[in-house]
């Protein structure tokens, strides 16, 4: 993968090179690109990969069909979780792919249309930059869907870009913000229409190929460790995760959501 307009996808990411700009494309439009996990792992492979290509100037994230960012993470394969090791697991594997992402050397940009919710709104938080047109709808809702908690170090992640205050609507009251609102709040960076919105991210993308690349490096890096040190260790929060999880209320949910039948919370 050496010159532009390079072009390979797989069913859902796709990937495509233009002047040194690597587009990373969700693609599971019908089911409003919620992760699988062989997304979640195609995109760790496109960031291993493109951090060492000197063609890659900058990466954009963005869902393909106009209707949603990503979702959040496929919940039907959340069916076979039945001991405590699963959860853990699961967050651990989202903090290893959402942490490779943070720290990748480049800059990366989040074009956002729709749903950014979930695990979508992990991505887009540990973006560089968010660009996002008038329908996007940010939030992790968890406590309206699923009952089960974001990692320790996801809910840093929050609270370094939205506050306390803003985590807390997000998190507790299932609050998801408007463009308008993200914008305001400073998670947003700009707003574009719909059909100028690709255009505009493209040449913000491309601006990176003629600023310093050890300046864009050194001050990615510098960033980074100064957010780190208020970072806890990963399994500070192990035992809210397994206690979310694991619960009757979180098991309900997962099945309400695939068998589409109705449930309510019980607290346990």
Not at 30 to 41: G, L, P, V
């Amino acid at each position: 993968m050496s010159t532009n307009d390079h072009l390979t996808h797989t069913d859902s990411v796709t990937f495509d090179l233009r002047n040194g700009v690597a587009w990373i494309g969700f693609n599971r439009p019908q089911s409003r690109n919620a992760m699988t996990w062989e997304m979640y792992d195609a995109l760790e492979k496109h960031c291993d990969q493109l951090a060492a290509d000197d063609s890659v100037h900058a990466v954009v994230l963005h869902g393909v069909g106009g209707e949603a960012f990503v979702a959040g993470t496929d919940i039907s394969q959340f069916s076979g979780f039945s001991k405590p090791e699963d959860a853990i697991g699961y967050e651990r594997r989202i903090d290893r792919v959402v942490g490779k992402l943070e720290t990748f050397p480049k800059p990366t940009l989040a074009l956002i249309e729709g749903a950014c919710v979930g695990g979508g709104a992990a991505l887009a938080l540990v973006c560089d930059f968010r660009y996002a047109t008038p329908t996007m709808k940010f939030g992790v809702p968890i406590a309206k869907t699923l009952g089960n908690t974001l990692s320790i170090n996801n809910v840093s992640r929050m609270i370094d870009m939205l506050g306390v205050a803003r985590t807390k609507e997000a998190l507790m009251m299932a609050r998801l913000f408007s463009a308008d609102e993200a914008l305001a709040a400073g998670l947003v960076n700009q707003q574009f229409d719909a059909d100028s919105i690709y255009a505009e991210v493209a040449t913000l993308a491309e601006a990176f190929a003629k600023r310093a690349p050890l300046t864009l490096q050194a001050s990615k890096a510098l960033i980074g460790r100064a957010l780190e040190q208020r970072r806890l260790s990963a399994d500070a929060g192990d035992d809210w995760v397994t206690t979310c999880y694991m619960s009757r209320d979180f098991a309900a949910a997962v099945e309400k959501f695939v068998n589409k039948t109705p449930f309510e919370w019980s607290g346990h």
